[in-house]
């Protein structure tokens, strides 16, 4: 079963324009993953933010995370036409296994 | 590029049938998981791998099983295949921090 749900399911915005999608979990984690995934292929880590943490930035990307509402979101600012791709948060638990799971996906469409 | 090989790229079996997918990676991490993602889904977790040991199990029935060698590649098989095991297969390697670092995956059809 899915552990967490990205919001909205899908999203087409104009290149230049900032895009956010969300997540949200259910259990508790030690750290929470957003990956990027092209049509049919493996899938490529962007970023982690761990449970103590409110707040991670990286290039384009910026992620909070609210473990009171068990969410996350994702914002990738001036999107470019390569930002297309399916998006998916992951969770972390604590139980050592390092057991990721992950969400159902936004898919992203940049239009030039 | 994340050092990651998984073969073959593409298999089609027929129901009933047993499979064997691979997976390597250039630094011989001693920690390998694999995931199942059917069409229009998340990733699944299967199992995972440590030091040539089960370390973890998905939902998934003991007909998925899996391997781990002392170079640290591993193999995931899978027996009497049935329809709704068609998807990609994914392995990921864990990088020092806990991210992943995924293969392009084996894409499987079952017919």
């Known amino acids: 079963s899915q552990q967490g749900e990205e919001d909205p399911q899908a999203l087409s915005i104009q290149e230049g324009e900032n895009a956010t999608m969300n997540c949200s979990y259910k259990t508790s984690i030690n750290n929470l993953q957003w990956y990027r995934q092209n049509s049919g292929r493996g899938l490529v880590h962007l970023i982690l933010i761990r449970s103590n943490e409110r707040e991670k930035h990286s290039g384009r990307l910026r992620v909070t995370l609210d473990t009171s509402k068990k969410s996350s979101s994702l914002l990738i600012t001036a999107s470019r036409a390569a930002d297309t791709a399916s998006y998916f948060c992951?969770?972390?638990?604590?139980?050592?296994?390092?057991?990721?799971?992950f969400g159902t996906g936004t898919r992203l469409k940049v239009l030039a | 590029e994340t050092g990651v090989t998984q073969s073959p790229t593409h298999l089609i079996k027929t129901r009933g049938q047993q499979v064997t997918l691979r997976c390597s990676s250039q630094s011989g991490h001693n920690t390998v998981s694999w995931y199942q993602q059917a069409l229009g889904q998340g990733p699944q977790f299967i199992f995972q791998?440590?030091?040539?040991?089960?370390?973890g199990r998905g939902n998934f029935p003991p007909r998925f099983s899996g391997l781990q060698f002392p170079n640290y590649s591993s193999e995931l098989n899978v027996n009497a295949l049935e329809l709704d095991d068609s998807a990609l297969y994914l392995c990921a390697i864990q990088g020092w921090t806990g991210e992943l670092f995924f293969g392009e995956g084996s894409r499987l059809t079952v017919l």
């Open positions: 791998y440590y030091r040539e040991e089960e370390n």
């Open positions: 992951a969770t972390g638990n604590t139980s050592g296994t390092y057991k990721y799971i």
